[in-house]
């Protein structure tokens, strides 16, 4: 790895990328702007407030709210790997980023989509065990259970960056460096490339096969299991409560699987640049803020939690 990353240093020393970016300074795109600005404060507001009301209240002590805390974390640490170098090169009137810079966006942006992906597939195997299983729940995912997988979607993704990074460092770039996106995508930077990327494109194209419809697989046959015992139900309250929990997973599920297969699963003559952009920053930019939206307001569980916590702060004061 280190050989590697001597070598493209050699061959790229003295010139960074430059990030196209989404945004010029016309009044609409300065609101625009502005709009991203206030969408990333409140995916960073509302990230943090759902993993501090998981974590102080014992209520919500349990393998859902543990897996939806995974998923905030997840959420919060994407819209930082992407938003604030856009914010900075935008005010700065800089659209330059460095080697190190590209390659830590890509191995956080691939590692953090990755293991996503894999979450979002436990997330649904969690509720096919609560709804279809609900005596044997706390046996079949037990604390232990529980942490292995989410380690694993951790370490999958991990893995998948790694790749990416290894493999993008071992290219050369010796024509434009004009990324037409407004962080650093693999995609995108292969088409910079001067060597032959066939290979590796077909590599990405299987691994993304894995990442996304093998989850989307397993999340579709828990689903339909779950739907199946739901009707079957006789009481009305639980199911109106498995219907709720159920349908908030699957918007989420819906909207990151949607984009991610929209941008990475079609064929490279078929990409547009500005097409790329807008669907890039619905996911990276919109669906964080959007998940613990969607959660908090469709859950009682986090609702009182939310105003228990508020119930000790005016206390106190």
């Not at 600005?37 to 209520?59: E, H, K, Q, S």
């Not at 960056?161 to 993008?168: A, H, L, N, R, S």
């Amino acid at each position: 790895m280190k050989l590697f990353i001597m070598e493209w240093e050699n061959q790229t020393s003295g010139s960074d990328f430059i990030l196209m970016g989404i945004f010029s300074h016309t009044p609409t795109h300065i609101f625009l702007f502005s709009l991203v600005l206030g969408i990333f404060t409140v995916a960073l507001l509302a990230n943090t407030v759902m993993i501090l009301l998981i974590y102080l209240d014992t209520r919500l002590h349990t393998p859902m709210y543990f897996l939806l805390s995974q998923l905030s974390l997840m959420d919060l640490m994407l819209i930082c790997t992407t938003v604030p170098k856009m914010a900075c090169n935008y005010l700065s009137g800089r659209q330059s980023i460095s080697v190190a810079g590209c390659e830590a966006q890509i191995f956080f942006y691939v590692s953090l989509f990755g293991a996503e992906c894999f979450l979002l597939a436990v997330m649904a195997y969690d509720r096919y065990v609560a709804i279809c299983y609900p005596l044997q729940y706390h046996n079949l995912m037990n604390q232990k259970v529980c942490g292995l997988m989410v380690a694993s979607s951790w370490i999958l993704g991990s893995f998948d960056g790694i790749v990416d990074v290894t493999t993008t460092l071992s290219f050369s770039y010796c024509g434009s460096r004009k990324i037409p996106q407004f962080f650093c995508d693999v995609s995108a930077l292969l088409s910079l490339s001067c060597t032959d990327t066939s290979t590796f494109e077909t590599l990405v194209f299987i691994c993304c096969v894995l990442m996304l419809l093998f989850p989307l697989l397993l999340i579709v046959i828990s689903y339909a299991r779950v739907i199946m015992a739901v009707i079957r139900m006789s009481s009305e309250e639980g199911r109106h409560k498995a219907f709720t929990t159920c349908t908030s997973h699957l918007l989420v599920v819906g909207m990151y699987y949607g984009a991610g297969i929209f941008i990475y699963m079609r064929p490279t003559s078929n990409r547009s640049p500005t097409q790329d952009k807008m669907v890039s920053s619905f996911y990276t930019i919109l669906t964080p803020m959007l998940n613990p939206l969607i959660y908090s307001f469709r859950n009682k569980d986090v609702a009182k939690a939310f105003s228990k916590v508020l119930g000790k702060g005016k206390s106190r004061e």
